[in-house]
């Protein structure tokens, strides 16, 4: 059982050391990533997922337990600690969902009354994501964007069971975001966002801010932050609403500024 993660920092762009030069994560941590595009919030994900060890541009070096990954991770994905989940979800095939967890599930090596299971617990754990519900006989290829991220969340959460799940920019997708770091927060695992959000960053224990291909902060949340978040929470919801009824062909009449602005 994976412990602790620990990042040490190289190189930005222009070659120099990274002014954060050790970040360390443990089991039940939520972090954001977050910079302006371009700034190598990608590029960080993507030498977690890599397993970097001094041989990407960064030179980073990631240490699960204070030790270089073994070569299994990389070469067993059933072994692989690390789920990544990006902002592009094309599927090559176009099997029903159930059929495509089930054959996830039996690639982790469960038992068929285990993937049956698994598949319920997954449907329930996305369907409290999106709001358009998910059946077992939906097909992957007629998902929508929001559905098909809250489906992969909970797939790395509930069957692949990964300790380490990045996600790159969820907040495109149409979930719901509180109910996701709600529902998160309850497995003892280390989830990493990208994103630009401030409702996920503020529920964040503490964000890496990136510049320039190199971190160059770390911010734990502290209180303040965490006083005025649920403010932020209401102002989000309501523009949540304010496209639903947008989308639905209906007008908007002012009421639902009341009491915010």
Sequence with gaps: MIENVTLYGGCGRNGRPEPVSRID???????????????GKTTLINDIELFADDNTPTRRRLLIDGRVPPPEYKENPSSNPIALITQHTTFLSDLPVGEFLSAHARIRSQSDAQ???LIEETLSFANQLTGEPISPGS???????????ALLIADATVICDTPIVLLDEVENAGIHRTRALELLRRRRKIFI??????????LSDFRVVMKGGSMVRLLR?????????????????????????????????????????
Excluded: Y
């Excluded at 403010?231 to 009491?259: N, P, Q, Y």
């Design 139 to 149: 097909r992957m290829t007629e998902l929508s964007g929001g559905q098909t991220r």
């Design 115 to 117: 993937t049956t299971s």
């Design 25 to 39: 994560l443990r089991m039940g941590d939520i972090v954001s990533i977050v910079g302006p595009t371009g700034s």
């Design 221 to 261: 949340t502290d209180e303040t932050e965490r006083s005025f978040s649920a403010k932020v929470d209401r102002l989000d919801d309501l523009l949540s609403k304010m496209r639903d009824r947008i989308r639905m062909g209906e007008r908007l009449t002012g009421a639902e500024l009341e009491g915010v602005l």
């Design 193 to 202: 966002f990208v994103t630009h959000d401030p409702r996920i960053a503020l």
